[in-house]
Nanobody, 116 residues
Framework: QVQLVESGGGLVQAGGSLRLSCAAS????????MGWYRQAPGKQRELVAI???????NYGDSVKGRFTISRDNAKNTVYLQMNSLKPEDTAVYYC??????????WGQGTQVTVSS
């Protein structure tokens, strides 16, 4: 069973930075993609960033140029470096992995709060 452990959330002032980490365990087959999504109160969950096994990345429009996603395949870990944070980035951030033959798995979520 795939398990995801997220860390790095917290409270930061606008303009500040945070780095999220997500470590996956229980992986038997190849991880095709790893990514981050977020959900703010009263809003739908949205894509923040995703990185494929080959290293291709895709970002949500609202975070392009400010956030950077990376992954360490040897450690089955994905990172999200968040710079120039804005109050509208406040949300619960969820890690997601897409595993060959197994499907999609989600982390428990980590709160990011950006104060103005």
């Amino acid at each position: 069973q795939v398990q995801l452990v997220e860390s790095g959330g917290g409270l930061v002032q606008a303009g500040g930075s945070l780095r999220l980490s997500c470590a996956a365990s229980g992986i038997i087959f190849r991880i095709n993609a790893m990514g981050w999504y977020r959900q703010a109160p009263g809003k739908q969950r949205e894509l923040v960033a995703i990185v494929t096994n080959g290293g291709s990345t895709n970002y949500g429009d609202s975070v392009k140029g400010r956030f950077t996603i990376s992954r360490d395949n040897a450690k089955n870990t994905v990172y999200l470096q968040m710079n120039s944070l804005k109050p509208e980035d406040t949300a619960v951030y969820y890690c997601n992995v897409q595993v060959l033959f197994t499907g999609s798995a989600w982390g428990q979520g980590t709160q990011v709060t950006v104060s103005s």
